[in-house]
């Protein structure tokens, strides 16, 4: 009796087993991996990112070039985004819908928020906010910092704010990626928000004229907004034929003649696209001249040194803030600007927050100027959709870096995301 | 137990027996031409993607290879960068009438027995070129459409395996 039972337990055993093993495909759900329509639309979207690469079609795209009359600029903005339309909706089949997300070139319209005056508002609109291709538009709004819009892209906060009043509204902006710019002189310890946030060692000091200098061009942040103070334009105002610029510490005249423009000191007239020296302070080159009544003309500045981004600047400098990490500008042991991007604002690299810090300095010096408009453009988080679509949760997306657009050697990076299907 | 009548525990065991061997059999059968299509599909797309591959990034072997002297068909001249020299020779082997070499191509393509068809358009689907090696005409069982540039526009590859 004992044999017989324990038989029948093996029995019960091995029946157990091989019903287990022959039902075994129904307790699990076998996707199907053979989706060669999913590996095309991949293929076809890493394909089209690196052919346009080849083509050097996003020079042409992303950079809407100036137009000998000004006033068409947006249509051609249009009509440099259908092509790059065109070009992907014949790539995709017909039912899939996609979008560009664009990180590291700065768009063609920022929206900027600012706690200034009605002079403040002018002399950005003036000095800074001139076109500088990619970004054509800059729209500046009045703001308090009790009521930031979450509308634009930036601010520029102006003055001795104790920022930490602010801090539940500031942090909820920075979550969205959105910039901040500082522009203010330092005479007493600030508020710990301020400090926390443009990365600022107070230490007393006094002022005096001082040659500044970027601050570790080898370290990725100051190269990158080196990179921009080399490629960004200065506009000089040449009503009448003529205009100054300041660099440094001194004045120079500028005539515009015909196609040609002579500035004082340089090597040579120089018409577009041709570069002039000033020895010892900067290379100078013409973008264009006002197409319309020469009123105006963009040039770019550069270092006459073999490295261009190593430009040296001149200004009254309130040494009151210890260079640090996040120094960008300095001259000696003290910082002069500073930028950061906050990365534990985000979780994703594209909606990282960034934040920059300028001494409050002489608004007259153009290269001083350029720095801030530099800052303004970088702080802005460079990062946008080219169609603005809705992107739904079920897409795919492939990614492209790429060098530069025209020779900038900035860096950037184009995610495509197909849809749809 | 009296002659002719059978306990439960028979009854029950057969009716399992009968009814996995049923299920068994319906599995088998569900299961294997399904896969087998799909195994064969999928040679058949990365023989498809392999030819792709090296049209599109290959600059080929010898590196100015052509229709006499080729080793391995390339088109590129950098990756997604299409040169038209070589998509005339590209061409020429293609409309031979040498069975030869049109062996040579299939072999250099890694392809044995396959038959394949490759066409190169614009997007605005004018057609560069068409290879159909020795005037077969196959049935464009796979797919694989690929983008490349070629004289600063943009073409399309597309390679059918069956």
Not at chain 1, 21 to 32: E, G, N, Q
Not at chain 1, 129 to 134: A, G, Q, V
Request: aromatic content about 12%.
């Amino acid at each position: 009796m004992l044999t017989k039972g324990f038989i029948r337990v093996i029995e019960v055993i091995i029946f157990s087993f091989i019903l287990f093993v022959l039902l075994m495909p129904t307790f699990f759900h076998y996707s199907d991996i053979n989706d060669w329509s999913k590996v095309n639309s991949l293929l076809l979207c890493n394909d089209l990112l690196y052919s346009i690469e080849r083509n050097g079609t996003l020079n042409d795209v992303l950079i809407t070039d100036p137009f000998t009359d000004g006033e068409h600029l947006m249509e051609e903005h249009e009509k440099d985004i259908g092509l790059l339309y065109n070009i992907t909706e014949k790539v995709f089949p017909v039912f899939v819908d996609f979008e560009y997300e664009i990180k590291n070139v700065a768009p063609y319209n920022i929206s900027i928020g600012c706690n200034c005056t009605p002079d403040q508002i002018a002399w950005l609109n003036n000095s800074i906010l001139t076109p500088s291709y990619p970004t054509i538009e800059f729209n500046l709004l009045r703001v308090s910092l009790n009521n930031l819009s979450s509308t634009c892209d930036l601010f520029i906060i102006f003055g001795d704010e104790n920022l930490s009043l602010y801090k539940s509204n500031i942090t909820s902006l920075l979550k969205k990626g959105k910039g901040f710019v500082l522009i203010r002189n330092f005479s007493s310890e600030p508020d710990s928000f301020t400090k926390e946030l443009f990365g600022i060692n107070y230490s007393p000091g006094l002022s005096s004229e001082e040659d500044l200098t970027f601050n570790n061009l080898s370290n990725k942040r100051t190269a990158g907004i080196a990179k921009r103070f080399i490629n960004n334009l200065i506009r000089i105002n040449t009503t009448g034929g003529t205009g100054k610029l300041h660099l440094k510490n001194k004045t120079y005249d500028v005539n515009i003649s015909g196609n040609f423009v002579n500035i004082t000191n340089c090597s040579k007239t120089i018409s577009e696209g041709e570069t002039c020296t000033i020895s010892g302070v900067a290379n100078i080159t013409l973008y264009q001249i006002d197409p319309l009544s020469k009123d105006w003309i963009d040039i770019k500045i550069a270092s006459y040194n073999t490295n261009k981004r190593n430009y040296i600047f001149r200004d009254n400098f309130p040494k009151t803030v210890e260079k640090n990490n996040y120094t960008i500008l300095s001259s000696g042991t003290n910082s002069g600007a500073n930028a950061r991007v906050l990365k534990n604002y985000s979780n994703s690299y594209e909606n990282e927050p960034r934040v920059f810090w300028i001494y409050d300095y002489d608004k007259n010096k153009d290269d001083l100027n350029l720095l801030l408009k530099a800052g303004i453009i970088w702080a802005s988080g460079e990062h946008y959709f080219i169609f603005n679509k809705k992107i739904p949760e079920k897409r795919d997306y492939c990614m492209h870096f790429y060098s530069g657009l025209r020779g900038n050697n900035i860096p950037f990076i184009v995610k495509l995301y197909f849809f749809g299907y | 137990m009296m002659k002719g009548q059978v306990n439960i525990h028979f009854i029950i065991s057969t009716v399992l027996f009968v009814s996995l061997s049923i299920y068994l059999v319906y599995l088998i059968i569900d299961f294997y031409p399904t896969h087998s299509k799909n195994i064969k599909s999928d040679i058949l797309y990365s023989k498809a993607y392999s030819i792709s591959e090296l049209l599109i990034k290959d600059k080929g072997y010898p590196e100015n290879w052509n229709e006499n002297n080729f080793e391995r068909i390339g088109l590129a001249s950098e990756p997604y960068s299409l040169n038209s020299t070589k998509i005339i020779e590209f061409e020429k082997i293609c409309n031979s009438t040498n069975l030869t070499k049109i062996q040579k191509l299939r072999d250099s393509f890694g392809l044995g027995n396959y038959n394949f068809v490759v066409e190169i358009n614009y997007l605005n689907d004018t057609n560069v070129m068409k290879c159909e090696p020795a005037g077969r005409k196959i049935g464009k069982e796979v797919e694989v459409k690929r983008i490349a540039t070629l004289n600063k526009n943009f073409v399309e590859v597309i390679v059918y395996v069956n």
